[in-house]
């Protein structure tokens, strides 16, 4: 019999804000007993919205996770590099957990959680949440339904979006690699995963190649200071004006929340985070590193040929193209309106396939976001049917896609997959 799952949360930014105000509106499923976030304003809201008591917040894991097994999942959220710990002990006390993606900035790390989870038999769900949208989910049936025969090629597009990019990439938590990760691993372990998920074989060869060429400091406009604040002679014309996109953009409650680092912010506050933070900043003049734009080239077993495109430069989106021995699909994930197209070889027809959201999931993610928490309950009382959940193992293999990737993207070389990942381990 299904019962309702208690749980707790390690990091109140963003993401766990998003999975648990789902599990509010799911009352016969979920229940958030604890919370653990360092800014107060973050964990006080949690508190109030789930009702937790006093002595079930706190702001920091470990005291949380000293009181021992207390719920059934526990959330992890923080920042990429503070996963391990938390994960290892959650793990130790017998959590089933669902992990922020990436897993690890580290692929040693990544290991390391991977091997602890199989030994002790603790269920793991990577937050992959394109896995679980409508728009994928789709895909993959006709895939597995043989609609294009054999998988021969695929040519897959993330278009990140110049603003997105600015905001999370340049200015934001990501923009710096030694303080994040790389670029593609931040914001395309999504894709690599998507694409191993799809082609149902392993990657055998990488190749990659990106730099980031326009946010840098040569491209400020002439006489830009240093804040957007303080006064810039591009202000009118410049898309990434701080100003217009914090505190003048009153419905943008992500950059606001963000920017501020407050749950509720106020105009003050984002005022202040202009004046002080890097979100204030000039774009062309902040610490960022990370690439913004990039290819990865890969064949899979069977020589299945993939061309993955990551680029800022765009309004944003996913655009796939897949080609097989029967016909080929197209597809946009802009929004559930479109549908996608399969050309037939043999009748010289094509087909359009909507998209049909399960249960009117249709926000956040592309449904992706209330799909991996629904699937998340069914797994863990039994219940899944599904395709998109993956283990732990699959997950982080996944993931050395990516890590691969960089190490060809940084030698100027193709690397073997196989040998990389027998080299990492040794």
């Given at each position: ?39 107060e304003?973050?964990?006080k ?70 091997d ?20 994928f ?21 993330e ?47 990488v ?54 680092r ?57 655009f ?39 249960d ?53 070389t ?9 080299n990492?381990?040794?």
């Open positions: 019999m299904s019962k309702i799952l208690k749980v707790v949360l390690i990091g109140a930014g963003n993401r766990g804000e998003t999975y648990t105000n789902l599990m509010a509106k799911m009352e016969d499923k979920f229940k958030v007993i604890a919370v653990a976030e360092p800014i304003s973050r964990r809201d949690i508190q109030k919205k789930h009702h937790i008591s006093d002595d079930l917040c706190f702001d920091d894991w470990t005291p949380l996770l000293d009181l021992g097994k207390i719920a059934d999942v526990a959330i992890i959220s923080t920042m990429d590099k503070q996963h391990l710990d938390p994960t290892l002990k959650a793990i130790a006390l017998g959590y089933d957990i669902l992990l922020e993606k990436p897993v690890s900035p580290n692929p040693i790390e990544c290991q390391q959680i991977a602890y989870a199989e030994l002790m038999g603790s269920k793991i769900i990577v937050c992959h949440v394109l896995r679980y949208t409508p728009f989910i789709t895909i993959k049936e006709l895939l597995d339904n043989g609609k294009l025969g054999d998988i021969v090629s695929i040519n897959h597009e278009c990140v979006g110049n603003v997105h990019q600015s905001h999370s990439f340049v200015r934001g938590n990501w923009g710096n690699s030694k303080k994040s990760s790389c670029m593609l691993l931040q914001k395309s372990c999504h894709d690599m995963d998507i694409l191993q998920w799809l082609i149902g074989k392993k990657c055998k060869k190749q990659s190649f990106g730099t980031l060429s326009y946010f840098k400091k040569e491209n400020a406009p002439k006489d830009s200071p240093d804040y957007c604040i303080q006064g810039c002679p591009s202000a009118d014309t410049c898309p990434y004006n701080a100003v217009k996109l914090y505190l003048d953009d009153k419905e943008n409650t992500w950059f606001r929340t963000t920017s501020t407050e749950a509720n912010p106020t105009d003050e506050m984002v005022e202040k985070a202009l004046r002080t933070t890097q979100y204030g900043k000039c774009v062309f003049k902040c610490d960022n590193d990370v690439v913004d734009h990039q290819t990865v080239n890969m064949i899979f077993e069977d020589d299945i040929t993939v061309t993955f495109t990551m680029n800022a430069f765009n309004k944003g989106g996913r796939i193209h897949i080609m097989g021995t029967k016909g080929e699909l197209r597809a946009a994930m802009d929004d559930l309106k479109t549908p996608i197209t399969i050309y037939d070889f043999e009748t010289k027809q094509t087909t359009e396939i909507p998209i049909v959201a399960k009117g999931i249709a926000n956040g993610h592309g449904g992706g976001d209330e799909g991996i928490i629904t699937s998340l309950y069914e797994y863990l009382n039994g219940e899944y049917n599904g395709c998109s959940i993956s283990d732990i193992r699959t997950s982080v293999n996944n993931h050395l896609i990516v890590f691969a990737a960089e190490e060809a993207r940084a030698k100027g193709v690397v073997d997959f196989e040998t990389f990942v027998t990492l381990y040794e």
